[in-house]
Protein backbone atom coordinates (compact mmCIF):
# COMPACT_ATOMS: atom_id res chain seq x y z
CA UNK A 1 0.00 0.00 0.00
CA UNK A 2 1.49 3.20 -1.04
CA UNK A 3 1.02 6.74 1.75
CA UNK A 4 0.56 9.02 -1.09
CA UNK A 5 -0.21 13.31 -0.11
CA UNK A 6 -1.75 14.74 -3.16
CA UNK A 7 -0.68 18.32 -4.06
CA UNK A 8 -2.90 19.98 -6.38
CA UNK A 9 -4.83 22.44 -8.33
CA UNK A 10 -7.89 20.69 -9.88
CA UNK A 11 -8.45 21.12 -12.28
CA UNK A 12 -10.73 18.93 -14.68
CA UNK A 13 -7.65 16.65 -15.01
CA UNK A 14 -6.41 16.66 -11.13
CA UNK A 15 -9.90 15.69 -10.22
CA UNK A 16 -9.79 12.67 -12.45
CA UNK A 17 -6.72 11.63 -10.88
CA UNK A 18 -7.78 12.23 -7.20
CA UNK A 19 -10.85 10.20 -8.13
CA UNK A 20 -8.63 7.23 -9.24
CA UNK A 21 -6.78 7.27 -6.15
CA UNK A 22 -9.81 7.42 -4.04
CA UNK A 23 -11.13 4.02 -6.02
CA UNK A 24 -7.93 2.46 -5.33
CA UNK A 25 -8.13 1.87 -1.75
CA UNK A 26 -6.23 -1.48 -1.66
CA UNK A 27 -3.16 -0.18 -3.25
CA UNK A 28 -3.32 4.00 -2.62
CA UNK A 29 -3.71 5.18 0.68
CA UNK A 30 -4.45 9.11 0.39
CA UNK A 31 -3.36 10.96 3.79
CA UNK A 32 -4.57 14.28 2.43
CA UNK A 33 -4.86 16.92 -0.34
CA UNK A 34 -3.05 20.11 -0.48
CA UNK A 35 -4.27 22.44 -2.36
CA UNK A 36 -1.81 24.99 -4.80
CA UNK A 37 -2.97 28.22 -6.64
CA UNK A 38 -2.48 27.22 -10.36
CA UNK A 39 -5.26 26.65 -12.66
CA UNK A 40 -7.47 28.61 -10.97
CA UNK A 41 -6.81 30.90 -7.49
CA UNK A 42 -6.50 29.26 -4.14
CA UNK A 43 -9.91 29.57 -3.33
CA UNK A 44 -11.01 27.66 -5.81
CA UNK A 45 -8.49 24.76 -5.82
CA UNK A 46 -9.18 24.27 -2.12
CA UNK A 47 -13.13 24.38 -2.92
CA UNK A 48 -12.66 21.82 -5.35
CA UNK A 49 -10.63 19.44 -3.44
CA UNK A 50 -13.80 19.53 -1.12
CA UNK A 51 -16.19 18.80 -3.42
CA UNK A 52 -14.14 15.39 -4.77
CA UNK A 53 -13.81 14.17 -1.52
CA UNK A 54 -17.74 14.61 -1.07
CA UNK A 55 -18.49 13.05 -4.79
CA UNK A 56 -16.50 10.22 -3.59
CA UNK A 57 -18.28 10.06 -0.12
CA UNK A 58 -14.21 10.83 1.12
CA UNK A 59 -14.49 13.61 3.22
CA UNK A 60 -12.17 11.67 6.24
CA UNK A 61 -9.85 12.51 3.93
CA UNK A 62 -8.32 16.20 5.50
CA UNK A 63 -7.96 19.04 2.75
CA UNK A 64 -5.77 21.97 3.29
CA UNK A 65 -5.42 25.17 1.65
CA UNK A 66 -1.63 25.64 0.91
CA UNK A 67 0.27 28.44 -1.01
CA UNK A 68 -1.97 31.16 -2.80
CA UNK A 69 0.49 32.57 -5.36
CA UNK A 70 4.30 31.51 -6.75
CA UNK A 71 7.80 32.26 -4.95
CA UNK A 72 8.40 35.46 -6.87
CA UNK A 73 6.01 35.43 -9.50
CA UNK A 74 2.32 37.06 -10.56
CA UNK A 75 0.18 33.93 -10.49
CA UNK A 76 -0.58 32.91 -14.04
CA UNK A 77 -3.78 30.88 -14.39
CA UNK A 78 -6.04 28.76 -17.28
CA UNK A 79 -9.55 29.72 -16.66
CA UNK A 80 -9.42 29.72 -20.42
CA UNK A 81 -9.02 26.21 -20.45
CA UNK A 82 -10.70 24.69 -16.76
CA UNK A 83 -13.32 27.80 -16.57
CA UNK A 84 -14.28 30.47 -13.50
CA UNK A 85 -14.57 27.53 -11.05
CA UNK A 86 -11.55 25.52 -12.39
CA UNK A 87 -14.04 22.66 -12.17
CA UNK A 88 -16.62 23.24 -14.64
CA UNK A 89 -18.79 21.18 -16.28
CA UNK A 90 -20.30 18.73 -13.81
CA UNK A 91 -23.03 19.78 -11.45
CA UNK A 92 -21.13 19.23 -8.58
CA UNK A 93 -22.78 20.93 -4.62
CA UNK A 94 -20.79 23.03 -2.44
CA UNK A 95 -18.96 21.49 -0.16
CA UNK A 96 -20.29 20.89 3.62
CA UNK A 97 -16.74 19.97 4.28
CA UNK A 98 -14.05 22.55 5.88
CA UNK A 99 -10.78 22.86 4.81
CA UNK A 100 -8.19 21.27 8.13
CA UNK A 101 -6.74 24.26 10.28
CA UNK A 102 -3.35 24.92 9.53
CA UNK A 103 -0.84 25.42 6.45
CA UNK A 104 -0.55 23.01 3.97
CA UNK A 105 2.71 22.69 3.84
CA UNK A 106 3.15 22.29 7.56
CA UNK A 107 0.75 19.19 6.79
CA UNK A 108 2.99 18.20 4.36
CA UNK A 109 6.27 18.45 6.84
CA UNK A 110 4.25 16.51 9.80
CA UNK A 111 3.33 13.82 7.71
CA UNK A 112 6.40 12.86 5.93
CA UNK A 113 7.91 13.54 9.79
CA UNK A 114 5.26 11.09 11.76
CA UNK A 115 5.76 8.20 9.27
CA UNK A 116 8.68 5.84 8.68
CA UNK A 117 11.08 6.88 6.41
CA UNK A 118 10.51 6.16 2.60
CA UNK A 119 7.07 5.83 3.14
CA UNK A 120 5.37 8.67 1.65
CA UNK A 121 5.09 10.07 -1.72
CA UNK A 122 3.96 12.98 -2.62
CA UNK A 123 1.98 13.30 -6.14
CA UNK A 124 2.40 17.16 -7.14
CA UNK A 125 -0.47 17.46 -10.06
CA UNK A 126 0.24 21.89 -10.38
CA UNK A 127 2.68 23.88 -9.90
CA UNK A 128 5.14 22.82 -7.25
CA UNK A 129 5.25 25.69 -4.48
CA UNK A 130 3.90 23.82 -1.72
CA UNK A 131 6.34 21.13 -2.43
CA UNK A 132 9.23 23.95 -2.37
CA UNK A 133 8.17 25.40 0.39
CA UNK A 134 7.78 22.32 2.66
CA UNK A 135 11.85 21.37 1.18
CA UNK A 136 12.66 24.70 1.91
CA UNK A 137 11.57 25.07 5.77
CA UNK A 138 12.23 21.10 6.35
CA UNK A 139 15.05 19.53 4.67
CA UNK A 140 15.13 16.61 5.73
CA UNK A 141 12.10 15.62 3.66
CA UNK A 142 13.61 15.48 0.65
CA UNK A 143 15.77 12.29 1.55
CA UNK A 144 13.12 10.84 4.11
CA UNK A 145 10.00 10.39 0.93
CA UNK A 146 9.99 7.65 -0.47
CA UNK A 147 9.19 9.74 -3.87
CA UNK A 148 7.76 12.77 -5.73
CA UNK A 149 5.71 11.38 -8.80
CA UNK A 150 4.75 14.67 -11.02
CA UNK A 151 2.63 16.15 -13.74
CA UNK A 152 5.20 18.73 -15.32
CA UNK A 153 7.48 19.53 -17.95
CA UNK A 154 8.07 18.29 -21.21
CA UNK A 155 10.94 18.36 -23.46
CA UNK A 156 10.55 16.50 -27.07
CA UNK A 157 6.70 18.17 -27.09
CA UNK A 158 8.20 21.81 -25.61
CA UNK A 159 5.45 23.71 -24.56
CA UNK A 160 1.73 23.95 -23.49
CA UNK A 161 1.24 27.77 -22.07
CA UNK A 162 4.45 29.18 -23.99
CA UNK A 163 6.23 27.78 -27.24
CA UNK A 164 8.93 26.40 -24.53
CA UNK A 165 7.17 25.85 -21.24
CA UNK A 166 4.28 23.63 -19.77
CA UNK A 167 2.13 25.16 -17.50
CA UNK A 168 2.98 23.73 -14.06
CA UNK A 169 6.59 24.09 -14.03
CA UNK A 170 6.08 28.07 -15.61
CA UNK A 171 4.12 28.97 -13.23
CA UNK A 172 6.47 28.56 -10.84
CA UNK A 173 9.56 27.98 -11.82
CA UNK A 174 11.88 29.20 -9.30
CA UNK A 175 9.92 26.23 -6.58
CA UNK A 176 10.29 23.64 -9.54
CA UNK A 177 13.98 24.59 -9.36
CA UNK A 178 14.15 23.83 -5.61
CA UNK A 179 12.58 20.45 -5.96
CA UNK A 180 14.56 19.49 -8.93
CA UNK A 181 17.83 20.01 -6.85
CA UNK A 182 16.85 19.11 -3.65
CA UNK A 183 17.68 15.36 -3.83
CA UNK A 184 14.34 13.46 -3.39
CA UNK A 185 13.52 10.79 -5.51
CA UNK A 186 11.35 12.60 -8.38
CA UNK A 187 9.58 10.70 -11.48
CA UNK A 188 8.10 13.06 -13.91
CA UNK A 189 5.20 12.82 -16.17
CA UNK A 190 5.82 15.89 -19.07
CA UNK A 191 3.61 15.96 -22.03
CA UNK A 192 6.20 14.08 -23.62
CA UNK A 193 3.64 11.09 -22.57
CA UNK A 194 0.65 12.98 -21.98
CA UNK A 195 0.36 14.37 -25.29
CA UNK A 196 -0.32 10.46 -25.99
CA UNK A 197 -3.05 10.32 -23.68
CA UNK A 198 -5.99 11.39 -25.92
CA UNK A 199 -9.46 11.44 -24.35
CA UNK A 200 -10.98 10.25 -27.58
CA UNK A 201 -14.94 9.82 -27.18
CA UNK A 202 -15.34 6.68 -26.67
CA UNK A 203 -12.34 6.90 -24.11
CA UNK A 204 -14.90 9.56 -22.51
CA UNK A 205 -17.89 7.35 -23.26
CA UNK A 206 -16.17 4.35 -21.29
CA UNK A 207 -16.68 6.74 -17.46
CA UNK A 208 -20.35 7.43 -18.78
CA UNK A 209 -20.92 3.95 -19.48
CA UNK A 210 -20.21 3.10 -15.52
CA UNK A 211 -23.27 4.51 -15.08
CA UNK A 212 -22.35 5.85 -11.52
CA UNK A 213 -22.00 9.39 -10.14
CA UNK A 214 -18.33 9.70 -10.41
CA UNK A 215 -18.47 8.81 -13.71
CA UNK A 216 -21.21 10.91 -14.64
CA UNK A 217 -18.89 13.96 -13.35
CA UNK A 218 -15.84 12.63 -14.91
CA UNK A 219 -17.91 12.36 -18.25
CA UNK A 220 -18.68 16.18 -18.13
CA UNK A 221 -15.40 17.61 -16.84
CA UNK A 222 -13.22 15.50 -19.59
CA UNK A 223 -16.08 17.10 -22.29
CA UNK A 224 -15.82 20.64 -20.82
CA UNK A 225 -12.21 20.48 -20.53
CA UNK A 226 -11.17 19.51 -24.15
CA UNK A 227 -13.06 22.11 -25.96
CA UNK A 228 -10.07 24.26 -25.70
CA UNK A 229 -7.10 21.36 -26.62
CA UNK A 230 -9.56 19.87 -29.23
CA UNK A 231 -9.41 23.96 -31.13
CA UNK A 232 -5.92 23.94 -30.37
CA UNK A 233 -4.35 20.77 -31.53
CA UNK A 234 -6.79 19.42 -33.55
CA UNK A 235 -6.47 15.92 -32.36
CA UNK A 236 -9.28 13.31 -31.91
CA UNK A 237 -8.79 14.08 -27.99
CA UNK A 238 -7.29 16.44 -25.73
CA UNK A 239 -4.33 15.60 -23.57
CA UNK A 240 -5.30 14.02 -20.45
CA UNK A 241 -2.69 14.95 -18.26
CA UNK A 242 -2.44 14.44 -14.26
CA UNK A 243 -4.25 11.22 -14.13
CA UNK A 244 -1.20 9.81 -15.45
CA UNK A 245 0.29 10.83 -12.11
CA UNK A 246 -2.13 8.13 -10.58
CA UNK A 247 -1.53 5.68 -13.46
CA UNK A 248 1.94 5.88 -12.51
CA UNK A 249 1.63 4.84 -8.95
CA UNK A 250 -0.73 1.95 -9.90
CA UNK A 251 0.99 0.51 -12.73
CA UNK A 252 4.16 1.77 -13.70
CA UNK A 253 4.95 -0.85 -15.84
CA UNK A 254 2.49 0.86 -18.34
CA UNK A 255 5.38 3.55 -19.02
CA UNK A 256 8.52 3.81 -20.43
CA UNK A 257 11.19 6.08 -18.79
CA UNK A 258 14.76 6.67 -18.51
CA UNK A 259 16.75 8.58 -15.46
CA UNK A 260 18.52 11.67 -16.72
CA UNK A 261 18.96 15.08 -15.52
CA UNK A 262 16.50 18.05 -15.49
CA UNK A 263 16.75 21.31 -14.95
CA UNK A 264 14.74 24.26 -14.50
CA UNK A 265 15.12 27.38 -16.42
CA UNK A 266 14.16 30.12 -14.06
CA UNK A 267 16.17 33.93 -16.18
CA UNK A 268 15.83 34.00 -19.48
CA UNK A 269 12.09 35.43 -20.09
CA UNK A 270 11.61 34.17 -23.86
CA UNK A 271 12.33 30.21 -22.16
CA UNK A 272 11.04 30.83 -18.69
CA UNK A 273 9.84 27.51 -16.89
CA UNK A 274 11.20 25.13 -19.71
CA UNK A 275 12.59 21.63 -18.31
CA UNK A 276 15.79 21.28 -19.74
CA UNK A 277 16.25 17.61 -20.02
CA UNK A 278 19.68 15.83 -21.05
CA UNK A 279 17.44 12.98 -22.61
CA UNK A 280 20.91 11.85 -24.69
CA UNK A 281 22.79 12.19 -21.76
CA UNK A 282 25.30 14.73 -23.73
CA UNK A 283 26.66 16.63 -20.33
CA UNK A 284 27.74 15.18 -16.94
CA UNK A 285 25.22 16.80 -14.75
CA UNK A 286 24.11 13.91 -11.98
CA UNK A 287 20.43 12.57 -13.06
CA UNK A 288 17.88 13.83 -11.03
CA UNK A 289 14.72 12.96 -11.96
CA UNK A 290 12.82 9.95 -14.10
CA UNK A 291 11.44 11.07 -17.45
CA UNK A 292 8.66 9.01 -18.35
CA UNK A 293 8.60 9.52 -22.25
CA UNK A 294 5.72 7.33 -22.92
CA UNK A 295 3.15 5.00 -21.89
CA UNK A 296 0.42 2.38 -22.92
CA UNK A 297 -2.83 4.91 -23.58
CA UNK A 298 -5.28 1.98 -23.64
CA UNK A 299 -4.22 0.19 -20.82
CA UNK A 300 -3.66 3.65 -18.74
CA UNK A 301 -7.87 4.54 -19.75
CA UNK A 302 -8.89 1.22 -18.86
CA UNK A 303 -7.11 1.06 -16.03
CA UNK A 304 -8.63 4.93 -14.71
CA UNK A 305 -12.13 3.87 -15.85
CA UNK A 306 -12.00 0.67 -14.00
CA UNK A 307 -10.61 2.60 -10.49
CA UNK A 308 -13.36 5.33 -11.22
CA UNK A 309 -16.19 2.38 -11.29
CA UNK A 310 -15.33 1.33 -7.72
CA UNK A 311 -16.92 4.95 -6.59
CA UNK A 312 -19.88 6.01 -5.78
C1 LIG B 1 -1.02 20.77 -16.39
O1 LIG B 1 -1.51 22.10 -16.34
C2 LIG B 1 -2.81 22.13 -15.80
O2 LIG B 1 -3.63 22.96 -16.57
C3 LIG B 1 -3.29 20.71 -15.73
O3 LIG B 1 -4.12 20.52 -14.60
C4 LIG B 1 -2.02 19.91 -15.65
O4 LIG B 1 -1.60 19.75 -14.31
C5 LIG B 1 -0.80 20.40 -17.82
O5 LIG B 1 0.17 21.23 -18.40
CA1 LIG C 1 -3.08 20.22 -12.45
Not at 60 to 85: M, W
Not at 94 to 107: K, N, W
Not at 266 to 292: C, E, H, I, P, Q
Request: with cysteine.
Amino acid sequence: MRKVIFDTDPGQDDAVAILAALGSPGEIDVLGIVAVAGNIPLHHTANNALRLVELADRDDIPVFAGADRPFTRRLVTAEHVHGATGLDGPDLPQPSARLREGHGVDFIIDTVRRNPEKSVTIAALGPLTNVALAILKAPDIAERLEAIVMMGGAYFEVGNITPAAEFNIYVDPEAAAVVFASGADITMLPLDVTHGMRATPSRIDAFRRIGNKAGAAVTAMLTFSETYDLQKFGWDGAPLHDPCVTAFLLRPDLFESRHINVEIETASALTRGMTVADYWGVTDRAKNAVFVRSGDADAVFALLAERVARLP
